[in-house]
């Protein structure tokens, strides 16, 4: 049986979901098992996403963003899912609301 799982993705987004999967593997979930066993936040584990362009990723560059497909973002957030389902729900949380200030904020709240 032939692999097709990324025949219709470009090399772009087979990085990006690449990227979202190491991340999901090497940091969050390595303290998943605590985390949920205690209801600690994830500071650092977000703090790390963050910096990597992952609670951005809607949001257009020129708002501080990743400016990231809606594909991209859909292939992270279901990396992130396959590790910590709720690390990733505060991710698609947290991403459509940076999208919704750059396309429907004031210039004010939309600069950098």
Same mark, same amino acid.
């Given at each position: 049986?032939?692999?097709?799982? !990324? ?5 772009? +987004? ?12 090497? +940091? ?18 977000? @703090? !790390? ?15 501080? &963003?990743?400016?990231?497909?809606? +594909? ?13 389902? &709720? ?5 698609? +949380? ?8 750059? @396309?429907? &904020? !004031?210039?004010? @709240?939309?600069?950098?």
């Amino acid at each position: 049986m032939t692999d097709n799982s !990324t025949a219709f993705l470009s090399e772009q +987004v087979i990085m990006i979901r690449d990227s979202a999967r190491k991340v999901a593997q090497e +940091v969050v979930a390595r303290t998943e098992a605590e985390r949920d066993g205690t209801g600690a936040w994830t500071h650092a584990e977000l @703090k !790390t996403a963050g910096e990597l362009g992952f609670m951005g990723m809607l949001t257009p560059d020129a708002h501080g &963003g990743s400016g990231a497909s809606f +594909v991209e973002y859909c292939l992270a957030i279901a990396e992130f899912a396959a590790t910590d389902a &709720g690390f990733a729900t505060l991710m698609h +949380v947290h991403n459509p609301v940076g999208f919704m200030i750059s @396309k429907s &904020g !004031t210039a004010q @709240k939309t600069c950098a």
